[in-house]
C-alpha cells in the first residue's frame, strides 16, 4: 500500500481516485463471491469450514480443481515469505546487532505459538491490537502529509491524465493492497450463521483499507506537487524528506500491516494445504477413501496435523528468506501476477457462475 503512489503519480489524483474506487468495487464483489460460495459449501458438505481448494475441486472438477488448488497454494506461501521476509527486514533496521536468521525468525515463531497452542480469542486479540497500531500509524503518516502539502493538494487535483497508459499500472497494485480473497472462507467461519453477515462484514471491513489508500495516495500526490517530485520511486523516502519524524509511523504501520496479514495467512493456510494434499493423495493413491489430511478436529482446533502444518508454513519461510536477499521482491512479483490476473480476476466469477448454473439445473 505504501508504494501505491508511485504507480499512480503518472494519472493524478482524481484518474487514480476513480481507478482505486472502480478496484476496490471489484475486489469486494469477488470476495463476496467466494464467501457466497463458501457458506453454499459448507452448507452441503455440512462442514465448518472450507478452503478455496475444496471450492474450486467441486465446481471445475478433480482435474482443473487440482491444478487451481496448487497455484493457489503456491500463490498463499508466497505472500507468507513476503510477510516473513518484510517483518524480518524491520526488525534487522531496529536492531542491527541481531543475527539476521533470528530477526526473520522472531515474529513468525511468536505467530506459530500463538496460534497452535493458544485459543482463537487470544489470536483475535492480538490481531486487532496490530489492526489499532496501523490505523494510528497511518493516521499520523495522513496527518504529516497534509501538514506540509495542504496548500497543493487542491492545485495537484488539476494534473489529470485518463489515458489508459497511465493509469493501468495502479490497477494490479490497488487489487492486491484491496484484496484478501486468501482468507475469505476462514471469515466466512467465524462471522456469522448467514451469508448476510459475511457480505456486511466484508464491505465493512474493506472500507477500512480503502479509505486508507485512498487518504495515503492523495496526501503523497499533493507531496509530489510540494517538493516538485513529478517522478518519484518511493513514497516513504519523499515523505521522509518533508518530515524525516514520520520514520517511526512508517515503520509502525508496516510492521502491523505485515504482521496482520501474516496471522491470516497462516490461520487459515494449513486448511488449503491440507485440502491440496488430500485432493493430490487422492488422486494418485490407489485407495483414495484412505487418503485424508485433516487439519482440525471436529471441535475445530487444531489437531496435530493442523499444529505440524502451522510450523511448517511458518518456519520454512524463515530458511527462504535468511538465504534468498530478494526473496520479498520475488514472492511479491508471483503473487501479483497470479492474484490479479488468475485466481481473483477470473476464478470467482467463474466458479459462482458453474454453481448458480448447477443449482437452476437441480431445482
Known sequence: MLALPSATIRSGPLPSTVAILISWAYVVSSIVLVAELSFAAMEGRGVDEVSFTGLASSTLGATFGGLVAV?????????????????GSLVSQLFPALNPILGNALFPCFAA????????????????????LMLVSITALVVTGISVGRSSMLSSLGHACWSPSAILPAIPVTVLTLGFHVITPFICKIVGDSVYDARRAILIGGAVPLL??????????????????????????????????????????????????????AVSFPKQLADTLELILKRFSPNPKRASVQSSDPGGALGRNGVILTWTVLIIPIFIVSFFSTAFAKALDFAGVYANCFLFGILPPVMAWIYRSRKRKSC
Open 71 to 87: 497455484v493457489y497454494a503456491a500463490l498463499s506461501f508466497s505472500l507468507i515469505v513476503a510477510c516473513v521476509a518484510g517483518i
Open 212 to 265: 486508507m489508500v485512498l487518504s495515503w495516495n492523495a496526501v503523497i500526490l499533493g507531496l509530489a506537487g510540494v517538493t516538485g517530485s513529478a517522478r518519484f520511486d518511493d513514497p516513504i523516502k519523499l515523505l521522509l524528506s518533508v518530515n524525516p519524524a514520520a520514520l517511526a509511523a512508517v515503520r509502525g504501520f508496516a510492521f502491523a500491516a505485515l504482521a496482520t496479514s501474516l496471522i491470516g495467512y
Open 113 to 132: 505459538v500463538l496460534i497452535a497452542f493458544f485459543p482463537f480469542k487470544a489470536v483475535d486479540g492480538v490481531n486487532r491490537l496490530l489492526c489499532g
